[in-house]
């Protein structure tokens, strides 16, 4: 009941943060499936979820948007050889050294830029300039609030407050999941019956999503810079190595468990090589998945 569960929560999420970083979402569902895979088979913790996690999607973003799509998986390949690095001359252990301040900061910064950073379709605005600077780009969507599509818009603010209330007032469950299900609800009902609200779907925006593949090649076939993967692997790899012992003890906090830590590298390393080898996004340990897993009952790496 716990992978059921995990798996239902995985799903809007991976897709989500894919679209965020700037990835084709079945990139981030790819992740999805091989982090908590090796994280499972070759990982030390016995309750920690890998996957797309928001604290990758700035700096993904950021190379994507400078590289196109096609760098993402390559950097997830390559972060996964750093983390193996890592793994290997058990550098892990410094990394519980970074003050914990530091560590809600960076958290609460990805937060602002992950939220701002949708409101272009919260607000249902297309074709907007993109800017290199974060400021410039809300400063670009707010200068645009004129021309809001209401379509977009009403659906995009009664799900969230439904979403933020129900976690306010009855916590402890996996409320995305409901909401998912209603907005595939809404989606289809609007589509085959009342086309003048629909919305735009997912398989409107991303076509290639009719005919899903978790393993995609075609990044293989474009020419990036070999400085700007490595950058952005060494940058990745950084922040997964971190996220990832960081769920995996609040994990332990839980449950009154205590992790492998040095094991748990080791399978998010070959978590990001496998991902990235076969066309997903990079992943790491995620905090609400794996919060859900311990709510939703798991006792083993099984879930």
């Not at 196109?68 to 519980?96: H, N, Q, R």
């Not at 530091?102 to 074709?127: D, R, W």
Request: glycine share 10%; with cysteine; net charge neutral.
């Amino acid at each position: 009941m716990a992978g059921i569960t995990v798996a239902l929560v995985s799903l809007p999420l991976s897709t989500a943060l894919a679209i965020a970083a700037g990835a084709p979402p079945m990139a981030g569902i790819s992740a999805g499936i091989y982090g908590p895979l090796m994280g499972g088979l070759l990982g030390g913790s016995n309750y920690n979820i890998l996957g797309p996690a928001g604290a990758l999607v700035n700096n993904l973003n950021k190379l994507s948007s400078e590289n196109g799509p096609e760098i993402i998986p390559l950097v997830a390949a390559l972060s996964g050889v750093f983390s193996l690095f890592v793994y290997l001359l058990k550098l892990d252990k410094y990394c519980t050294l970074i003050p914990t301040s530091v560590l809600e900061g960076f958290s609460f910064g990805v937060a602002i830029t992950i939220g701002f950073g949708q409101f272009n379709s919260a607000f249902g605005l297309v074709g907007l300039k993109k800017h290199p600077e974060f400021y410039n780009n809300v400063a670009e969507t707010f200068s645009n609030l004129a021309d809001l599509d209401a379509v977009e818009f009403v659906p995009f603010i009664c799900l969230y407050l439904t979403l933020m209330l129900l976690m306010k007032f009855v916590p402890g469950r996996p409320w995305i999941i409901f909401i998912a299900l209603v907005g595939i609800i809404y989606g289809f009902l609007t589509s085959a019956l009342f086309p003048n609200i629909k919305p735009m779907l997912l398989k409107d925006a991303y076509p290639a999503m009719l005919k899903p593949s978790v393993v995609n090649f075609s990044y293989m076939n474009n020419d990036i810079p070999l400085m700007n993967i490595v950058i952005g692997a060494a940058e990745v790899s950084f922040v997964a190595v971190l996220e990832t012992l960081i769920s995996a003890r609040i994990a332990d906090n839980l449950t009154g468990t205590r992790f492998n830590q040095h094991k748990e590298v080791f399978g998010m390393s070959l978590a990001n090589i496998l991902s990235g080898l076969l066309g997903g996004t990079p992943c790491t340990g995620v905090l609400v998945r794996t919060g859900v897993n311990v709510t939703a009952g798991a006792t083993d790496k099984i879930s």
